[in-house]
């Protein structure tokens, strides 16, 4: 009898070790991306805590349409990854929508090198793989995709 209660007790542990890391995987991060307004077609993208290329793009994605209103073309970085112009101590990515010396089109989500371009289409679809992204363009302006 005690046996078998061991055996129970083993299954049982190994099916919880089995399915958390599953329900962890279906739990989606949540970011919140400050945007900062350069001129009208340029704007400076804030890294936030736990975020990375992917969400950085999307949240250029859901500027240009949400915000510039615009829905075909393509996003350029014009100043890669580095120390932010807007918020001191933090990193930041400068896009625009106007074309860049040295643009070329990458099949990466990189930030770190100036001229990397997607088109705005591509950059919204890369949200429905970047978790929950919204963008602040102000005190109490939040933009969800």
């Not at 399915?19 to 945007?35: D, G, H, K």
């Not at 990515?93 to 106007?98: A, K, L, P, S, Y």
């Not at 860049?100 to 770190?112: L, Q």
Request: some cysteine; hydrophobic content about 40%; overall charge positive.
């Amino acid at each position: 009898m005690i046996n078998q209660i061991s055996r129970l007790a083993v299954a049982a542990a190994l099916t919880i070790t089995t399915l958390a890391p599953a329900n962890a995987q279906s739990i989606r991060e949540r970011y919140t991306l400050p945007v900062v307004a350069i001129d009208a077609n340029t704007f400076e993208v804030v890294e936030a805590s736990g975020a990375g290329s992917s969400q950085i793009w999307c949240a250029a994605g859901i500027y240009t349409k949400r915000v510039l209103g615009q829905s075909g073309g393509d996003i350029y970085v014009k100043v890669p990854r580095g120390p932010s112009q807007s918020m001191s101590g933090r990193k930041s990515v400068i896009f625009t929508t106007i074309p860049v010396d040295g643009a070329f089109t990458s099949y990466s989500r990189g930030v770190r090198q100036a001229g990397e371009t997607h088109s705005m289409t591509h950059a919204n679809a890369i949200c429905r793989q970047s978790g929950s992204v919204r963008i602040r363009t102000g005190p109490n302006e939040v933009i969800r995709n």
